[in-house]
C-alpha cells in the first residue's frame, strides 16, 4: 500500500512565524495536507484541500471571511486532482474519498471525482447539513462544494478498539487496512483516519491539532496564531484538548510504531513526505 502525500492547497495567513512557526516573510504557509493511498480496490484520497472549483470561482463557493483572515492562494496545479494526473493517474482513478471532515478547506475537491465513494462521520455530515447556524458554522461549511456528490457513507462509532481509541470498523469497499478514529472537538463529526501499512500506522489526525508542537511530550506549544485559529473553529474545547492529550499518549507509548501528522503543518509534511517516498514505478499496492 503505497502513500502519496500532497499539498492540496496553500493559506498565507498575515504573521509568518506567528502561524507556522518558521517563515521568514509576513505571510504564513500553511498547507492543506491530503493523502492518495494506492490500494488494491483503487485509488484512496483521504481529504481533498481545495478543489478546480474553488480555484476557478472562490466565491460564493467560499466565504470571503476565511477567504480573508486565511489569505488563500489557488492554484491549479496544487488540486488533487491536477496533482493525480500528474501521477500518471485518471481521476476516475479514485474510487473513495475519506473526510475527516467537512470544512472548506478539507472538502473542496469533492466534486472533481464525481464517481468516487465518500465516506464521512454522521455526526459530520448531520451538522454540516442540518445545523448550520451561528457566523462561523454557517461559513466552515460550504454546501455547494458537494451538493453534486451522490455516493455517501456514513458512520457512527463502533467495532473494537484501535491504541485504545474508538474506532469504526469495516469501511464499505475499503481494505481493512484503512480505519476511522472519531477525534471530535474541532467539529462535532471531526475523525482521524488509520492506515496499517508494512512500515507501521500512520494517523492522519485532520484537524485534532494544528501545530507539531501540541503534540510535544514534554511541554505542548502551539503558535499564537493557530491557537487563535483552532479556538475560533472548535466545537468543543474539552473534547479538543481531551484528544490532544490521548494523541499525546499515543505518541509517547507507541511513536516507535504509529506515525501522527495533523492537515496543516508544512514541517510535518515535508517530514511525513520524506520518510515514507516509496518508488513510483509500482501501483495499486502491488
Known amino acids: 500500500m503505497h502513500i502519496h502525500y500532497l499539498k492540496c492547497g496553500t493559506d498565507c495567513p498575515l504573521g509568518g512565524p506567528l502561524f507556522d512557526g518558521f517563515s521568514k516573510s509576513l505571510f504564513g504557509n500553511i498547507p492543506c495536507a491530503v493523502q492518495l493511498v494506492e490500494t488494491s480496490e483503487g485509488l484512496v484520497l483521504i481529504d481533498t484541500g481545495y478543489g478546480t472549483e474553488d480555484v476557478r470561482r472562490p466565491h460564493p463557493r467560499l466565504s470571503k471571511f476565511f477567504h480573508g483572515l486565511l489569505n488563500i492562494r489557488f492554484r491549479m496545479e496544487e488540486t488533487a486532482v491536477h496533482q493525480i494526473r500528474a501521477l500518471g493517474f485518471s481521476p476516475s482513478d479514485v474510487r473513495h474519498i475519506i473526510l475527516t471532515h467537512l470544512d472548506f478547506d478539507h472538502a473542496g475537491g469533492l466534486e472533481d471525482f464525481p464517481q468516487a465513494r465518500v465516506h464521512v462521520m454522521e455526526a459530520e455530515r448531520a451538522a454540516a447539513e442540518h445545523k448550520r447556524r451561528g457566523f462561523i458554522t454557517r461559513r466552515r461549511y460550504r454546501p455547494v462544494q458537494w451538493d453534486r456528490v451522490v455516493d455517501w457513507r456514513t458512520y457512527a462509532k463502533g467495532g473494537e478498539r484501535w491504541f485504545g481509541f474508538e474506532r469504526v470498523s469495516a469501511l464499505d469497499g475499503l481494505p481493512p487496512e484503512i480505519l476511522m478514529v472519531p477525534l471530535p472537538g474541532h467539529t462535532w463529526g471531526h475523525a ?95
Not at 512500515?199 to 508542537?213: I, K, M, Q, S, T
Not at 516507535?256 to 514505478?281: T, Y
Open 192 to 286: 482521524g483516519v488509520a492506515i496499517d501499512t508494512q512500515e507501521g500506522w500512520v494517523l492522519n489526525a485532520g484537524d485534532a491539532y494544528f501545530y507539531r508542537g501540541e503534540l510535544d511530550i514534554e511541554r505542548r506549544k502551539c503558535t499564537p496564531g493557530l491557537r487563535f485559529y483552532q479556538n475560533l473553529m472548535e466545537v468543543d474545547r474539552n473534547l479538543r484538548f481531551a484528544n490532544q492529550r490521548r494523541l499525546r499518549s499515543l505518541k509517547q507509548e507507541h511513536g516507535h510504531n504509529v506515525d501522527i501528522f495533523c492537515s496543516h503543518d508544512q514541517i510535518e509534511l515535508q517530514a511525513m513526505q520524506k520518510k515514507h517516498a516509496r518508488p513510483p514505478e509500482k501501483r495499486f499496492g502491488s
